[in-house]
């Protein structure tokens, strides 16, 4: 594909942070060359994109597909009796027809959103649907399975031994780490400390250096689960991980709301990143995170969504203009600035990912992952005198998206998706959700 976008303002995000109006010239997969005026002969695709803003697609670096046809299934709930009551339940009850368009609808509403990576935990079993969906909607992920070989009241189903959690880990990752020239990458998921045994955690560790992939987890989340941890291995949370061998950059912690400063050194020195989930942390009456410090300290921070029953949405704009507004009481206005948000929902989520080379702006020889918003609205207006980034972070929605475009490839344009067939995926989700609720003896 050889794809030509004219006459856009390009939010760049490269270290300059240039904003500029130009073209956009896209070889398959890569960005050839921003700049005015642009001589290409004979592209494939000419994108008139006059008055529209192109923006580098979101990094969202914590997600569950596997969660999100429980949408509306566990509001009002902490994280515990969330868990152990509605979604532990609800997993064990998936099946492979499940898993996969749980997984469509929750890529189908982020591509919509203008998300083009993310960082996903699936449940225990069938993750292979999950990476087939991953694989056939276009989107760039990192996946893996969930691993939990311990804990109480956790549903039979979702109870597996220490040695298959494992095998089947590495099984999925030797199929696909790296399908699609690198379009997906796996990375162990473990569940967080008191789902898993030390043997595991220390063979994840292992493994992850041994493959070269990343680790994604859940820590410090709640104040009940640091009790748990601290009870059963007289450490904290991070302190526990580290003493494992797991703080290291290849590291992604969802959360890290309650930490103590020791805790804070650990993920600081170690270059452990933090994905920040605020519309998450505030529904399930979490707490929040001391993201200002963490800015101040130059931690790695990224922005997720978490799961579809704890937020109730895979939207990027609703997470950077929580990001940003729920600081502000504490911290004074100027705390967690438009700037400072956009940046960790775009090269932030990158850097997490280990690809801050590759995605997260818009440069030329970086991969065409990127998202075309119309601001021309009354909620967007006026743009005369206004900061482009300040338009996106306070004033923008998920339906000013027009267009997103992931490797290369129009995945939707002028808000019709491409590679995932919306009616029948509504349909299948209300039957899949139907059945699950059924087998959980929930309905
Ligand atoms: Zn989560």
Redesign the pocket.
């Known amino acids: 594909m050889n794809l030509l976008i004219k006459n856009a303002e390009i939010v760049t995000m490269n270290k300059e942070g240039e904003i500029m109006i130009g073209d956009l010239h896209i070889v398959d997969d890569i960005i050839m060359n921003i700049g005015p005026n642009l001589e290409v002969s004979q592209p494939d695709k000419i994108i008139d994109a006059k008055g529209k803003t192109v923006i580098p697609g979101f990094v969202q670096t914590?997600?569950?597909l596997c969660q999100t046809i429980f949408r509306g299934q566990g509001d009002d709930l902490e994280l515990m009796d969330w868990l152990k009551k509605r979604i532990w339940p609800l997993e064990a009850a998936h099946d492979e027809e499940s898993i996969y368009y749980s997984a469509m609808l929750g890529i189908g509403e982020l591509i919509q959103s203008g998300t083009t990576t993310i960082v996903d935990?699936e449940t225990v079993h069938h993750t292979e649907y999950a990476f087939k969906a991953i694989a056939e909607s276009g989107i760039r992920a990192l996946s893996g399975k969930v691993m939990m070989d311990k804990g109480d009241e956790v549903p039979v189903p979702l109870q597996e031994k220490t040695e298959n959690s494992i095998r089947e880990s590495v099984d999925l990752l030797e199929k696909w780490h790296n399908y699609d020239n690198g379009r997906i990458k796996y990375a162990f998921s473990p569940r967080f400390v008191v789902s898993c045994t030390e043997k595991l955690l220390r063979e994840v560790q292992f493994l992850s250096e041994h493959y070269h992939v990343m680790v994604h987890t859940?820590a410090s989340?709640n104040l009940g689960e640091i009790d748990i941890v601290q009870k059963e291995t007289g450490m904290r949370n991070i302190v526990y991980l580290d003493h494992l061998g797991l703080a290291n950059p290849r590291l992604i912690l969802?959360?890290c709301i309650w930490l103590d400063d020791e805790e804070k050194k650990i993920i600081r020195e170690r270059g452990v990143h933090v994905s920040h989930?605020p519309g998450?942390n505030l529904k399930l009456a979490s707490g929040i995170a001391e993201t200002p410090y963490m800015i101040s300290e130059q931690v790695s921070l990224s922005l997720?969504a978490?799961?579809a029953p704890?937020n109730n949405n895979l939207d990027m704009f609703n997470e950077m203009r929580l990001a940003a507004l729920i600081q502000k009481p504490a911290h004074g206005p100027t705390a967690m600035d438009a700037h400072t948000v956009f940046k960790m929902a775009t090269i932030g989520g990158a850097k997490a990912v280990g690809m801050e080379n590759e995605i997260g702006s818009i440069e030329v020889g970086k991969k065409a992952d990127l998202a075309i918003l119309n601001l021309n609205h009354f909620h967007t207006y006026p743009s005369y005198g206004v900061d482009p980034i300040s338009r996106i972070v306070y004033s923008a929605t998920r339906a000013d998206v027009e267009t997103t475009i992931i490797n290369g490839e129009i995945v939707m344009e002028n808000g019709l998706l491409k590679t995932i067939n919306k009616s029948i995926v509504l349909h299948e989700a209300n039957n899949c959700i139907k059945r699950l609720l059924q087998r959980a003896k929930m309905k």
């Open positions: 914590h997600i569950h935990m859940h989340e969802a959360h989930c998450s997720g978490d799961g704890c």
